[in-house]
Each structure stands twice: as structure tokens, then as C-alpha cells.
């Protein structure tokens, strides 16, 4: 196996369970190594610090996977992580047939995200070295879930970062167009070849429970980026009188449509429109609402685009005040591990200065626990929420 030595001061952080090291941080290889090959690191004076994978031409160039010398990379070790991630999630006892079963570095596991849909998986490699492993990966899944079929996602993103391509598509078995799975007492049809992400926001599952506790009865509510209804159809259920839903994509509207007929749920009025010209449009309006809901996608994949993403919830979150009732109650969500908890705080208290409007923080979510975060690698704490009322 590949031997890779580190930069001195390295080691600490590595030896901290910090499982990337970063280009510039290797000093040295007993061998140049190829994209995905198996290494093991170690320290500037040769001493044993984890095994991994590489990819020599990405920043992140080693991710590991193992920190104990006798736990070296093989099909075993995958086998092994695979089942105990299964049964981390057995443990919580999630209200819902679909729940994430591997979240990447969450799970030892970095390079992998599996989400189960009832009788189906989806996978998604998000690095070279763990799409090399993808036959071990496939294997341990198989044989643990005995899953109907299991359709692969990918990401133009991460193939141009990562440097390679696959199909994607159905991979194993078969998987239909539309899958329905349940969450606590909702029913919802995901699309899993033509979805985002994985065809559902599973990650929002405990925020979708937290909403209903704001929704006073006969509430008119507002949910913005709602894709095929998550958020929509729970205000309902709690008890709110009429929801507008907004989106940009009119195949995720669609699907909300026929997920309210589903649940036998009403006056909830779907709009395709591009969300920040619609806020503008509901403010020179004068709408208010009892509660608006914000969760955008992603504004910032890199560091490099923080200053700009920052801007734009900002003016989400400007206009979302400017469309609460007093004490009505905005929730704002950011998805991105580059906008910080801090960022969207500071971001909604200028937002607030500049609308002139006074808020109390009344509640904050995170990513649900099947989408678990490691404590000594906070880019795996991704998902933020803040609920405010505004008084």
C-alpha cells in the first residue's frame, strides 16, 4: 500500500479524527499514487495515522477511513461500517419508511450518501476513491437490505471537483419512476430519478414536525422553495386555514399537487414563479401571512461564494419580514456547512435592522438524527434553521 507522509502539525488534527488531509498538506509518497488508490498516512516522522483513499488532483486529496492500524481499508471493513449504520438507524425508530442509511463521513463511510425509499435504495459516490470501492459498497447493501432495486444519483458538481463520471441510472433490480413513502401521518410520492437530491428532503423530516408547533389554527402560511409540499401539506395538517406554495420547478409542483389529493388536503394554491421576484411582488402587494417558511437550496458550495450567499438570505430574509404579520412567526433554513449558524443569525438580525422589525428566536432545528454529525469535523453539521417571531 501506498505510504503518504504529512507536513509536521498536521498530525494533531488528524490524530483528532479530522479524516481529510488537504494538497498542500503532504510532503511525500513511496510511490506516486493514482487516482483512488488505498494509502496509508503517516506523520513527518513516519509514524501511522489512518488509512484512506487518494485522489492526488483534488484538494481534499486523502479522505480516511480508518484512524486504528489493525482496521485496514478491505471489503470487510465496508461490510462492517454499512451494517453499523443500519443499526444506528434501527435504534432511532424513525416514524417513516425512508430515512438516510449512510451519510457520508457522518458514518464513517466519506464519499457514500444511501437514502432508503420503502423497498429501494439510491446511492450517490461523491468522490473518486470511494467510486472505486463501489463493489464492496454495492455488495455489503444488497446482502444486508435485499433491497428491490437501487438507483444511483449523480452530480456534474462533484464529478468536475473529483475528476470522474459514472451513468448513474438504475444500477441493481429494478426501480420504478415513483415510489410512495409515509412520514409520520403524511403520505408523499418521490420521484427519485427526476428529484432533488435524492428525490426527497429527508434531512427536513424533524423541521416538517417542529413547523406545525407555529401554525395557529386558521393560520394563513407561506412556504417558499417548496418543492413537492413538505412543508406545505404539514402546515395543513396542523391546522392552517390556507397555504401558497411556491416553487420554480413546475414537475415539483406538480407532484405537491398530487401529494395534498393523497392526503386529502385542500386550499393549498401552487405557484411556479422564480421565489425572489414572487417576494417582491407579495411585499409591493401588501400580503402578510402568519407564518413564512424559507428554505432555499443550497447558495454556497464553496467558501468562495459566501459573500454572495449571504446577500441572497438576506433578502429572503428581508422579505419574509416585510411579509410576517406582528406576531406571526419566519422560519429561514440554510443547507449550505459554508453558511454557519453565526452567518444566518448575523444575516437575520441586519435583515431585521433594515425592516425596522423586532424578532424573537423561539426555536432552532438541525439536520434529523439519521443525517448524524461528527463533533471533530463540523462541515458535517450542514442543515441550520431559525424560527423567530416578529413582534
Known amino acids: ?218 393560520a394563513e402560511c407561506l412556504d417558499v422553495f417548496c418543492h413537492t409540499g413538505g412543508f406545505a401539506l404539514s402546515l395543513k395538517r396542523a391546522g392552517a386555514k390556507r397555504v401558497m406554495a411556491v416553487d420554480i420547478s413546475s414537475l415539483a409542483l406538480e407532484v405537491g399537487k398530487r401529494n395534498a389529493e393523497l392526503n386529502g388536503l385542500s386550499d393549498i394554491e401552487w405557484v411556479e414563479a422564480n421565489a425572489f421576484d414572487y417576494l417582491r411582488e407579495l411585499h409591493r402587494q401588501g400580503k402578510k401571512f402568519d407564518l413564512v417558511v424559507l428554505d432555499p437550496p443550497s447558495f454556497a458550495k464553496n467558501k468562495a461564494a459566501v459573500p454572495n450567499a449571504l446577500r441572497g438570505y438576506k433578502e429572503l430574509i428581508l422579505r419574509g419580514l416585510h411579509l410576517t404579520k406582528p406576531g406571526g412567526y419566519l422560519a429561514v433554513y440554510s443547507c449550505s456547512f459554508h453558511i454557519t449558524r453565526e452567518h444566518l443569525l448575523e444575516t437575520t438580525l441586519s435583515a431585521a435592522t433594515d425592516a425596522r422589525r423586532q424578532v424573537r428566536i423561539v426555536g432552532e432545528s438541525f439536520q434529523d438524527l439519521d443525517h448524524p454529525w461528527i463533533l471533530q469535523m463540523p462541515n458535517t453539521l450542514y442543515l441550520k434553521g431559525i424560527y423567530m417571531e416578529v413582534l
Not at 85 to 98: G, M, P, V
Not at 115 to 142: C, H, K, P, Q
Not at 171 to 194: A, S, T
Open 1 to 218: 500500500m501506498i505510504q503518504v507522509r504529512v507536513k509536521p502539525g498536521v498530525e494533531d488534527r488528524i490524530r483528532g479524527f479530522f479524516p481529510w488531509v488537504y494538497k498542500p498538506e503532504i510532503i511525500g509518497y513511496s510511490k506516486k499514487p493514482e487516482k483512488g488508490d488505498l494509502v496509508v498516512v503517516r506523520d513527518f516522522g513516519g509514524k501511522f495515522l489512518g488509512y484512506g483513499y487518494i485522489n492526488p488532483s483534488a484538494n481534499i486529496s486523502i479522505r480516511i477511513l480508518s484512524f486504528n492500524k489493525e482496521e485496514p481499508v478491505n471489503e470487510e471493513l465496508i461490510r462492517k461500517r454499512v451494517f453499523q449504520a443500519y443499526e444506528y438507524r434501527k435504534r432511532l425508530h424513525l416514524d417513516s419508511n425512508a430515512f438516510r442509511l449512510v451519510h457520508s463521513e457522518g458514518d464513517l463511510l466519506p464519499g457514500l450518501v444511501v437514502d432508503v425509499y420503502d423497498e429501494y435504495l439510491v446511492v450517490e459516490f461523491t468522490t473518486y476513491g470511494m467510486n472505486r470501492l463501489r463493489g464492496w459498497v454495492l455488495s455489503a447493501l444488497i446482502d444486508l437490505l435485499k433491497p428491490k432495486g437501487i438507483y444511483e444519483k449523480t452530480s456534474e458538481y462533484v464529478s468536475a471537483v473529483e475528476g470522474f463520471k459514472v451513468e448513474g441510472g438504475v444500477i441493481y433490480g429494478h426501480v420504478p419512476q415513483e415510489v410512495l413513502i409515509w412520514e409520520h401521518d403524511l403520505k408523499f410520492i418521490v420521484n427519485i430519478p427526476e428529484g432533488q437530491k435524492t428525490g426527497f428532503f429527508l434531512d427536513q423530516r424533524r423541521a416538517r414536525r417542529l413547523i406545525r408547533e407555529f401554525v395557529k389554527p386558521g
